[in-house]
């Protein structure tokens, strides 16, 4: 039984249409990796199925509800501390502790510190360890390597791994190799008709 369903979607960005007659399902433990040059729509899925924007047409099921986005921006609050922006989003999601996304992305020695004082690899560890504090069984999740050095990589592919283990499953936009086994959906085969691609719209797509 699929988690997340996805039927005849068309999205735009800035009331351009960029992709049309996008469908695939996530199963539980499954990866999905996104794929295509830079313009192509990644993101502008991404933000469509979090809810951030309406679809043009089609069907996103149960719904954004249960996916949990990670985008280009950590998320994080500069003059919160790590503990204190976790704490946050522990609220937010009601999840309770957040002592194992602490443990989970090397963040114990950092947990008084502003998160406006970290380097851009913490702030994204800081970011991605949000993502389990939601609750929600699909990640999505944009580019979410960037900043990060390869041992931060390694506590990321194991935070995953263990999301998987445990039901979840992962819709990913990234262009290096995770190391888990994941079918690759290539956004460019969904291009909408005539919609333009230009060096400013590719920076956000």
């Not at 922006?85 to 522990?90: C, D, G, Q, V």
């Not at 460019?188 to 797509?205: H, I, N, T």
């Amino acid at each position: 039984m699929a988690l997340f369903e996805v039927e005849d979607l068309s999205c735009a960005r800035g009331g351009v249409p960029v992709l049309e007659g996008v469908g695939f399902a996530l199963a539980p433990g499954q990866v999905l990796v996104l794929r295509g040059p830079n313009g192509a729509g990644k993101t502008t899925l991404l933000r469509t199925l979090a809810g951030l924007q309406p679809p043009l047409t089609g069907r996103i099921l149960p719904g954004p509800e249960v996916l949990a986005y990670g985008g280009h921006a950590d998320g994080v609050k500069g003059a919160l501390s790590v503990e204190e922006n976790l704490t946050f989003w522990a609220g937010v999601f009601g999840t309770g502790s957040i002592a194992g996304a602490l443990e989970a992305f090397d963040l114990k020695r950092l947990r008084g510190r502003a998160a406006q004082n970290l380097s851009a690899g913490q702030k994204r560890r800081l970011g991605l360890a949000r993502m389990l504090l939601t609750g929600r069984p699909v990640w999505a999740l944009d580019e979410p390597t960037v900043s990060l050095d390869a041992a931060s990589v390694a506590l990321f592919a194991s935070a995953l791994g263990r999301h998987l283990e445990g039901g979840g499953a992962a819709l990913i936009a990234t262009h290096i190799d995770l190391g888990f086994p994941a079918e690759v959906l290539d956004v460019s085969r969904f291009r909408a008709v005539a919609a333009p691609v230009d060096g400013l719209d590719g920076a956000f797509a």
